[in-house]
């Protein structure tokens, strides 16, 4: 009995040594699938089934690993945004910031950017691992690939280092929310609003309706101007010879006006202040006058300034400067008309009109001109950003 079982294991000890072994090694998955089923050529292919099921492995543990890492972070995004909502809501009812649906809109957004970038990244770290990892389990040597991708990677740099510029810059502009989508910016002097933000340009549409893009590295300076409040800042033009006290008494209560107007003043979130002489020269003296206003609201806040204080100088007879022209071409008359009287029945001679009365602080007395189009217009509008 036993010589016959010695019999029937020595040759298949034989044929499995001679089918399954690899420098002096049998692989046990050769020898069991041959001994189960006798098949030499299905033996033979054991390494083969054996590291594809690795490979499968592999890629389904970096598929689960991907895919749980960016459930969980955006599991913590989606936690985060009631979170930054109620900080909004706290916000502006203490009155810190106005229009809390679009500051939610800019957090959400660079909440959802910065999600997205991470989801990006966590993705490619596991990809790439799972690759090698695969590539080390076929046999393949790693040092000559890694070398190969280190002067790719060089290479590739060099061509797209302009590319990489951009998207770090994008999203060091998301993280320290420099600007959103709505706001008004000013890139190389020209104004527009932000229409799209993403990692590598920003679109922004100016006053004339032209779409400009930008690659976010190529912006060395960037203006924001819809933070949190603005300031109209204006310089009124006055004669030499005008009394500046009453110049700046008046200024003062044209802005006093426009700041307690029921239309315009909802803008105002500061007194009006006279800073004094801006200038003093040949051309006349400026006399700079500011308002602190909410954000985008200083260009029709200023433009309300300069139409009033026009107005009331006309009334309080106080000139602005003003530069002698010699026209020429003309065959009689003078070329600058005084206050003299003159032969009006002289041939060719025009009377000049009356010196006007020398100005007076008009204290309360300034009337302000009534409704017009542009009032017209912020009713039924509302307010909206008018660059200048």
Same mark, same amino acid.
């Given at each position: 009995?036993?010589?016959?079982?010695?019999?029937?294991?020595?040759?298949?000890?034989?044929?499995?040594?001679?089918?399954?072994?690899?420098?002096?090694?049998?692989h046990?998955?050769?020898?069991?699938?041959?001994?189960?089923t006798?098949?030499?050529?299905?033996?033979?292919?054991? =390494?083969?089934?054996?590291?594809?099921?690795?490979?499968?492995?592999?890629?389904?543990?970096?598929?689960?690993?991907?895919?749980?890492?960016?459930?969980?972070?955006t599991?913590?995004?989606?936690?985060?945004?009631?979170?930054?909502e109620?900080?909004?809501?706290?916000?502006?009812?203490?009155g810190?910031?106005?229009?809390?649906a679009?500051?939610?809109?800019?957090?959400?957004?660079?909440l959802?950017?910065?999600?997205g970038?991470?989801?990006g990244l966590?993705?490619?770290?596991?990809?790439?691992?799972a690759?090698?990892?695969?590539?080390?389990?076929?046999?393949?040597?790693l040092?000559?690939?890694?070398?190969?991708?280190?002067?790719?990677?060089v290479?590739?740099g060099?061509?797209?280092?302009?590319?990489?510029? =951009?998207?770090?810059?994008?999203?060091?502009?998301?993280?320290?929310d420099?600007?959103?989508?709505?706001?008004w910016?000013?890139?190389?002097?020209?104004?527009?609003?932000?229409?799209?933000?993403?990692?590598?340009?920003?679109?922004?549409?100016?006053?004339?309706?032209?779409?400009?893009?930008?690659l976010?590295?190529?912006?060395?300076?960037?203006?924001?101007?819809?933070q949190?409040?603005?300031?109209?800042?204006?310089d009124?033009p006055?004669?030499?010879?005008?009394?500046?006290?009453?110049?700046?008494?008046?200024?003062?209560?044209v802005?006093?006006?426009?700041?307690? =107007?029921?239309?315009?003043?909802?803008?105002?979130i500061g007194?009006?202040?006279?800073?004094?002489?801006?200038d003093?020269?040949?051309?006349?003296?400026?006399?700079r006058?500011v308002?602190?206003t909410?954000?985008?609201?200083?260009?029709?806040?200023?433009?309300?300034?300069?139409?009033?204080?026009?107005?009331?100088?006309?009334?309080a007879?106080?000139?602005?400067?003003?530069?002698?022209?010699?026209v020429?071409?003309?065959?009689?008359?003078?070329?600058?008309a005084?206050?003299?009287?003159?032969?009006?029945?002289?041939?060719?001679?025009?009377?000049a009109?009356?010196?006007?009365?020398?100005a007076?602080?008009?204290? =309360?007395?300034?009337?302000?001109?009534?409704?017009?189009?542009?009032?017209?217009?912020?009713?039924?509008?509302?307010?909206q950003?008018?660059?200048?």
């Amino acid at each position: 009995m036993a010589v016959e079982l010695v019999l029937k294991i020595g040759p298949v000890v034989a044929q499995v040594a001679e089918v399954c072994e690899d420098d002096g090694e049998i692989h046990r998955l050769c020898a069991w699938i041959l001994e189960r089923t006798g098949v030499e050529w299905l033996a033979r292919g054991a =390494d083969v089934i054996a590291a594809a099921t690795r490979v499968v492995g592999i890629l389904a543990i970096a598929y689960v690993v991907s895919r749980l890492a960016a459930r969980l972070v955006t599991r913590f995004s989606r936690s985060m945004e009631p979170r930054i909502e109620e900080r909004l809501e706290r916000a502006e009812r203490r009155g810190a910031i106005g229009e809390a649906a679009r500051y939610r809109t800019r957090r959400l957004q660079r909440l959802h950017a910065v999600t997205g970038v991470l989801r990006g990244l966590i993705a490619a770290v596991v990809w790439i691992a799972a690759f090698f990892i695969v590539l080390a389990d076929l046999g393949v040597r790693l040092q000559p690939i890694l070398a190969g991708a280190g002067l790719i990677g060089v290479i590739v740099g060099f061509g797209a280092q302009q590319l990489v510029r =951009d998207v770090i810059a994008g999203i060091a502009m998301l993280i320290e929310d420099q600007y959103g989508v709505g706001d008004w910016i000013e890139v190389d002097g020209v104004v527009g609003e932000v229409e799209r933000v993403g990692l590598r340009s920003t679109a922004f549409r100016d006053l004339d309706g032209v779409v400009h893009h930008v690659l976010n590295g190529y912006m060395q300076r960037v203006g924001n101007l819809s933070q949190h409040w603005a300031r109209a800042t204006y310089d009124v033009p006055v004669a030499l010879d005008a009394d500046v006290a009453v110049a700046k008494a008046i200024i003062h209560k044209v802005a006093t006006d426009v700041a307690r =107007d029921p239309v315009w003043g909802a803008d105002v979130i500061g007194e009006p202040e006279i800073w004094g002489v801006q200038d003093y020269g040949p051309n006349g003296v400026l006399v700079r006058v500011v308002i602190a206003t909410k954000p985008l609201r200083n260009w029709d806040i200023k433009r309300q300034l300069r139409e009033r204080i026009k107005f009331a100088f006309d009334r309080a007879n106080i000139r602005m400067p003003s530069q002698l022209v010699d026209v020429g071409g003309q065959a009689t008359g003078h070329p600058v008309a005084t206050h003299r009287a003159v032969d009006a029945d002289a041939p060719g001679v025009v009377a000049a009109p009356d010196a006007p009365e020398p100005a007076e602080d008009p204290g =309360d007395d300034v009337d302000l001109p009534t409704r017009d189009h542009t009032d017209r217009l912020r009713l039924q509008h509302g307010p909206q950003p008018r660059p200048d």
